[in-house]
């Protein structure tokens, strides 16, 4: 094999590895983006959560209010 083979057939196996670690980094990034989201939304239910707990604690005071 002549010395260009050798350096082409480097070159396309080096372009061949870069293909597949940019594949590998595009699915992590997009399980990433997956993450992130699931969290968001369920940070964003917590805060719901916790203020709902939080009016009907404030409710409870008012209808004890009324009652005296």
């Known amino acids: 094999m002549s010395k260009f083979n050798l350096i082409e057939q ?3 196996i ?3 590895v870069l293909s597949d670690r940019e594949n590998r980094l595009r ?3 997009y ?4 993450q992130r989201e699931y969290l968001t939304h369920f940070l964003a239910e ?3 959560e916790q203020y709902c707990d939080q009016f ?6 008012i ?3 009324d009652e005296e």
């Open 46 to 48: 917590l805060t719901e």
């Open 63 to 65: 209808k004890v209010i």
């Open 31 to 34: 399980d990433c983006k997956i």
């Open 14 to 16: 080096q372009l061949q």
């Open 56 to 61: 009907s604690a404030l409710i409870s005071e």
């Open 27 to 29: 699915k992590e990034m």
């Open 10 to 12: 480097f070159c396309l």
